[in-house]
């Protein structure tokens, strides 16, 4: 056995496939899935522009309430997830049982559950708008699962590193800083992307507390119009589509880590 340490590939969540050249059959299908979405698309607003085109016109803002969701919520979790995977390795009992509780717990309360706890239930006691409260709920959920990528991502990193920078002279802080974290980064990259994207499908969980994200719209829409078929099949290309543009690239990050490795 080679004495290297192996590339390791964490695959942790339910986002989409990361399309990568040096799998055909999955970058084929990417670029079908992707191109076809937005040919169907562009082709239902060219034949029957009333209601294609109209609903087309009414969720944009939606879309960016999406957005600020998922870009607030992934941020966030990052920051937890970074603490989380700490406490996860550390040695000291007690931050140790606090991260693992914390991952048990909020690992097996679901992503709704939790949305609604901290909207209906906190609010009882502190009144937090609508969308912050979805951005909370969704961090702390994804928070759990990103401390897990981040505990794996820094275990996967050969046991030689740390004790090669430690007869440098570097003390723990140190060697974990500037030498395991931007190897790990490298290795979590991935999940990390895949987290993400399933977050941002999860978003739409969101519009249950009348937070008007993509999908809320389109039930807005829909109610007045009475076009169900109609727009729920524009939502769901439109959550294709935005899926699909970024696990592209995701992608082209990661071949770009890689290279640079």
């Not at 919520?73 to 550390?90: D, E, K, M, N, Y």
């Not at 048990?104 to 009144?127: C, D, N, S």
């Not at 389109?218 to 696990?247: D, M, P």
């Amino acid at each position: 056995m080679s004495t290297e340490a192996k590339k390791q590939i964490i695959d942790v969540g339910d986002g989409a496939a990361i399309p990568r050249k040096s799998d055909r059959g999955l970058f084929t299908a990417w670029r079908i899935a992707f191109f076809g979405a937005i040919g169907t698309i562009a082709y239902l607003v060219w034949s029957k522009p009333d209601p294609y085109l109209n609903i087309i016109k009414f969720v944009p803002d939606g879309i960016a309430v999406t957005f600020q969701v998922t870009l607030g919520a992934i941020l966030l979790a990052i920051v937890i997830g970074l603490i989380t995977g700490l406490g996860r390795i550390s040695k000291n009992r007690f931050f140790n049982g606090v991260a693992s509780l914390y991952v048990e717990v909020i690992r097996g309360i679901p992503l709704l559950v939790q949305i609604f706890y901290i909207y209906y239930a906190l609010g009882t006691i502190v009144k937090v708008p609508a969308v912050l409260s979805a951005i909370i709920a969704m961090a702390v959920c994804y928070g759990a699962y990103m401390g897990e990528v981040v505990r794996a991502g820094i275990e996967s990193i050969a046991k030689g590193q740390r004790e090669a920078a430690l007869s440098l002279g570097m003390n723990g802080r140190q060697t974990m800083i500037h030498v395991i974290l931007p190897q790990a980064v490298k290795v979590i990259l991935p999940p990390v992307g895949n987290e993400f994207i399933a977050l941002l499908k999860d978003s739409s969980l969101v519009s249950i507390i009348a937070v008007a994200d993509l999908l809320r719209r389109g039930r807005e829409y829909a109610s007045e119009s009475f076009t169900y078929f109609e727009t729920y099949t524009v939502i769901a290309l439109i959550y294709l589509i935005i899926t699909l543009f970024f696990s592209k690239i995701i992608g082209v990050m990661e071949e770009r880590v890689s290279v640079n490795k």
